[in-house]
C-alpha cells in the first residue's frame, strides 16, 4: 500500500510529472549565502515570492528537496529562491537569513530548523508581516510564535520505528541478544549527528520505543532493557539489564566528531547493533569500518554487528547493496520540497493548509533496484 499511494503521489506531482521544465536556476557566488534563485515563467500574471531555507546548502538530502521545489515551482508560477548556511551548525546564520525574508517581504516562507529557540524573533516578526511559514524536513519542531502552519515532512517516529523492528526481527541479532545477560550484556548503540534537530530526534524516540518493546517481547527479556547515553532518552531498566540501548551523540555534527563518535562505539564490548539516524552517522559507521566492508557478514572484522542506517547518498546505497548494512529507511526529500511549496502558496493565498507525511520506506539488498525504492535514494 505505502508503495502503491508513493506512485500515486509521485505520478500526481513530482518527478517531472505535470508536464514541469527543467528548473532554469542562476547561481550568485561570492555572497555568502549560497543563493539560486528559480525565475518563474512570465506572463499576466502576480508571481508569489516563495524563499525556501535548509540547514545547510551542499547537502545531497537537501539538494534533492530542492529539486521538488524547483519542478513545484515551474508547476505553479512561482519566484523560488533557496538558501542555506554552509554547515547546520551555523545556527546565527540561518537565523539572519530567516530575518531578510521577513524584511524583504516574501509571500511565504519555507524552513528547515536548525535551532527552532534562535529562531523565535525572526518567526514571531514572520507571524506579525503576514508572511506564513512552512516546515520542511524537520520543520520547525516548537514553535510558539504561530508563524508555522504547516509541515511536509516525514513522520519521523514511524520511520525510526521502521529501523527498530527490522533490525530485531533478523535472526542473527536476536541470536546475539538471547545469548545475553546481567552479567554480559548485549549493547545497541545508536549514533545521532545531534540532540537538537527535530527530524533525528524523533528518528530516536521512535528507535528507542520500538525497540525496547520488540526486545522485552523475547524470551527471558521482559523488563531487562536499559537505555542510557544521553539525558534525552535515559530509562532504567526494572531488572538488571541483559541489552543496554546506548545513545550517543557527538559533540558537533562535523565529520571529524562524527567519525571519532563511530569508532568509539565499534570499541563497545558485546555489540550487537548499531542504528545510524541519519546519512552524515551512517557515513561516520561507514568511514570507521572501512567504507563498510569491515561489517560484511560473512568475513568482516565486525560480522557480528547489525548495522542499519536511514537516507540514502552513494555509500549508503552501496553498503546496503553489498550487505555490508542491513538496511536503510528512505525518506523522499523530493516530495518534501515540492509538497512544501504547493502549502507555501495555498498559505499565501489565504487558504488553510495542514501538516503531509511525505512517508519513508525499509531498503535492503533485495528490494534497492526496484523502481519503487530506487527514486527514493539520491546519491
Known amino acids: 500500500m505505502g508503495f502503491a499511494m508513493a506512485g500515486a503521489m509521485l505520478s500526481g506531482c513530482g518527478r517531472g510529472g505535470g508536464g514541469s521544465q527543467e528548473a532554469p536556476v542562476s547561481s550568485t557566488e561570492g555572497t555568502g549565502e549560497n543563493e539560486y534563485t528559480l525565475q518563474a515563467p512570465s506572463g499576466d500574471r502576480t508571481v508569489m ?53 521577513v524584511d524583504a517581504d516574501c509571500d511565504a516562507i519555507i524552513l528547515a530548523a536548525c535551532d527552532t529557540a534562535s529562531l523565535e524573533e525572526p518567526l514571531t516578526a514572520a507571524r506579525e508581516a503576514g508572511i506564513p511559514v512552512i516546515g520542511f524536513d524537520s520543520g520547525v519542531p516548537g514553535d510558539e510564535t504561530g508563524a508555522v502552519l504547516a509541515t511536509a515532512a516525514t513522520d519521523n517516529v514511524k520511520a525510526g520505528a521502521k529501523a527498530a523492528d527490522k533490525m530485531i526481527a533478523d535472526p542473527d ?43 522485552e517481547a523475547l524470551d527471558g527479556l521482559a523488563g531487562a532493557v536499559d537505555v542510557s547515553g544521553y539525558e534525552r532518552w535515559t530509562q532504567p531498566s526494572e531488572s538488571p539489564a541483559a541489552v543496554k ?13 562524527i567519525l571519532a563518535a563511530a ?17 552524515s552517522a551512517v557515513n561516520g559507521i561507514l568511514a570507521a569500518s572501512d567504507g563498510g566492508k569491515e561489517l560484511d557478514r560473512t568475513n568482516g572484522r565486525y560480522k557480528n554487528i547489525i548495522a542499519a542506517g536511514f537516507d540514502g547518498g552513494e555509500a549508503q546505497r552501496e ?36 501538516d503531509i507525511d ?18 527514493l535514494i539520491y546519491d
Open 358 to 375: 511525505t512517508g519513508s520506506w525499509w531498503y535492503d539488498a533485495e528490494n534497492i533496484d526496484s523502481e519503487d525504492i530506487s527514486v
Open 173 to 215: 541479532f536476536q541470536k546475539a541478544v538471547l545469548g545475553a545477560d546481567a552479567g554480559k550484556p548485549a549493547v545497541l548503540a545508536i549514533l545521532a549527528q545531534d540532540a537538537t534537530s527535530g527530524s533525528i530526534c524523533e528518528r530516536v524516540d521512535g528507535f528507542v520505543e520500538e525497540a525496547i518493546k520488540e526486545l
Open 49 to 101: 515570492d516563495i524563499r525556501i531555507i535548509s540547514k545547510s546548502i551542499g547537502n545531497p538530502f537537501y539538494e534533492e528537496a530542492f529539486k521538488g521545489a524547483y519542478d513545484a515551482a515551474n508547476d505553479m508560477d512561482v519566484l523560488l529562491t533557496t538558501y542555506g548556511p554552509a554547515v547546520e551548525t551555523e545556527i546565527e546564520k540561518q537565523v539572519e537569513l530567516v530575518r531578510e525574508a
Open 319 to 354: 553498503a546496503v547493496a553489498k550487505g555490508y548494512l542491513l538496511g536503510s529507511v528512505a525518506q523522499d526529500p523530493y516530495q518534501m520540497g515540492y509538497q512544501s511549496v504547493a502549502l507555501a502558496l495555498k498559505a499565501a493565498q489565504g487558504q488553510p493548509v495542514a
Open 245 to 257: 540501548i546506548v545513545i550517543t551523540v557527538p559533540p558537533t555534527s562535523g565529520e571529524e566528531d
Open 263 to 279: 569508532e568509539t562505539i565499534f570499541e563497545t564490548k558485546d555489540l550487537a547493533g548499531i542504528f545510524a539516524a541519519n546519512q
